[in-house]
């Protein structure tokens, strides 16, 4: 079993609707969780981290984490074509999952 | 801005040679690593390092060694390359361990192998 699971998509929204990325985990005493994102060619880069269960916003971007299911999200209201990426999810640091392409469609 | 910065973006490189990947980070950040980015299979941990001489295998260290004899410098070297060592070398840097600011990426060197 993987340590990060994630549809690797394509996932397609149409421009201004809510975007809902989801991770799965499989260590259950993983404290802390990223997300990334990277657009083709380019390195990732840090969007996110939340430790505690619940909610974090930031901006148009709000992660979700739920512990006892073992569940991380991320959600992008008011998606824009600029959005379009793959997203990254880590836990612990260390581990991706291999990602989600995000397509926001005009 | 922390800046990460890997010596070279595109590399070819023969079959049985030596291969070195050089990364500088310039904002004092005690930890360094190593990953190797491939489609389908996302990022995969190589080495990690948490301080100067100090080395840790990550997931896949089978047929790379590492260095850091500064704090700055995370070497990554392929012994002898081969051609399923063909991929996208990406280091990263974060504060400190356990650190919970997540990572900084250079922008990866994407290497051949033929």
């Known amino acids: 079993q993987k340590e990060v699971e994630q549809n690797s998509g394509p996932l397609s929204v149409p421009e201004g609707a809510i975007a809902s990325l989801n991770c799965t985990y499989s260590?259950?005493?993983?404290?802390?969780f990223f997300w990334y994102r990277q657009y083709s060619g380019k390195s990732p880069e840090l969007i996110m981290s939340i430790y505690s269960n619940g909610d974090k916003e930031d901006g148009r971007f709000t992660a979700q984490l739920n512990k006892a299911s073992q569940y991380v999200s991320l959600l992008i209201r008011d998606s824009q074509p600029s959005d379009s990426a793959t997203y990254l999810c880590a836990v612990k640091e260390f581990y991706f999952g291999s990602g989600t392409k995000l397509n926001v469609k005009p | 801005d922390v800046k990460v910065t890997q010596s070279s973006r595109y590399l070819v490189k023969r079959t049985g040679e030596k291969v070195f990947l050089e990364c500088v980070q310039d904002m004092d950040h005690e930890n360094m690593f190593w990953y190797r980015q491939d489609p389908g299979l996302g990022l995969r941990l190589i080495y990690f390092?948490?301080?100067?001489?100090?080395?840790e295998k990550g997931d896949i260290p089978e047929g790379y060694s590492v260095s850091r004899e500064k704090k700055e410098r995370f070497s990554l070297i392929l012994e002898s390359a081969s051609t399923n060592q063909t991929s996208m070398y990406l280091c990263?840097?974060?504060?400190?361990?356990?650190?919970?600011?997540?990572?900084?990426f250079g922008s990866g060197t994407r290497l051949t192998v033929v």
């Open positions: 390092s948490y301080d100067v001489k100090m080395k």
């Open positions: 260590d259950r005493v993983s404290q802390s």
């Open positions: 990263a840097s974060s504060f400190a361990p356990g650190s919970h600011y997540g990572y900084t």
